[in-house]
């Protein structure tokens, strides 16, 4: 039972333009969200989070939404560079992380020149 | 300020024999995590230690898995015996404390079972 989903599998954006990764989760217990970037043969690395007591947080180019009522969250990347090729991951915790990581499976993002 | 080092990168064992990774999270890291990470899967948390106290191994397969921290630093995994669908990518993960939310992840041992 995946209870954190990316449906994108993969997602091609040109250079410049604006790359939007969705993650929805079932479970409402879940009170804070992240995303993790992933190369290849690299440990995952942490890009941005957002509290369930928000609905936004940007950090430089990168954005996440986050939408309760309808369990979804966002990661709006803009503008998109190459090196932001890469496997991105929704992650959310409970109970303040004393339950670990719930992952979703990623989104393989690729820039295009 | 070192990242969390995992040993080794890379093992192909056969099926039933033994095996075991190692991790040293960052220096002053309580809260350590293993995930395990199949192909074309998020990881999957398997254990948590706080200090050198388990504090999740519900996701643990306790019959051929066994994880341990003695003294609250290192940490190894250890699958005994392999089964194929143990072929993953196994990654170790600490932060200064249960409740902080920003994990660090090692780069992982790929682990191919044949």
């Known amino acids: 039972d995946q209870q954190v989903k990316q449906n994108s599998p993969s997602l091609s954006v040109q250079e410049g333009r604006i790359s939007i990764l969705n993650c929805d989760y079932t479970?409402?217990?879940?009170?804070?969200f992240l995303w993790y970037k992933k190369y290849p043969a690299e440990g995952p690395t942490f890009l941005i989070s957002?509290?369930?007591?928000?609905d936004k947080n940007e950090d430089g180019r990168f954005t996440v939404f986050l939408n309760k009522s309808a369990k979804h969250l966002s990661l709006h990347i803009v503008p998109s560079q190459p090196g932001d090729s890469a496997v991105y991951f929704c992650?959310?915790?409970?109970?303040?992380?004393?339950?670990?990581?719930?992952f979703g499976k990623g989104t393989h993002l690729i820039i295009q020149p | 300020e070192a990242g969390v080092a995992q040993s080794p990168r890379y093992k192909i064992i056969e099926k039933r024999q033994s095996v075991a990774f190692w991790c040293n999270p960052i220096?002053?890291?309580?809260?350590l995590y293993w995930y395990q990470q199949i192909l074309g899967q998020g990881p999957k948390l398997l254990i948590q230690?706080?200090?050198?106290?388990?504090?999740?191994d519900s996701q643990l397969p306790k019959d051929r898995f066994s994880a341990e921290r003695l003294k609250g630093v290192d940490s190894t995994l250890k699958i005994q015996p392999a089964k194929l669908e143990d072929s993953a990518v196994y990654l170790c993960?600490?932060?200064?404390?249960?409740?902080?939310?920003?994990?660090?992840f090692g780069q992982g041992t790929r682990l191919t079972v044949v």
């Open positions: 479970n409402s217990m879940f009170d804070y």
């Open positions: 230690f706080q200090n050198n106290g388990v504090v999740d």
């Open positions: 993960a600490s932060t200064s404390g249960p409740t902080n939310t920003e994990a660090f």
């Open positions: 992650a959310a915790m409970q109970g303040g992380g004393a339950d670990g990581l719930t």
């Open positions: 220096s002053g890291h309580a809260t």
């Open positions: 957002i509290s369930s007591i928000k």
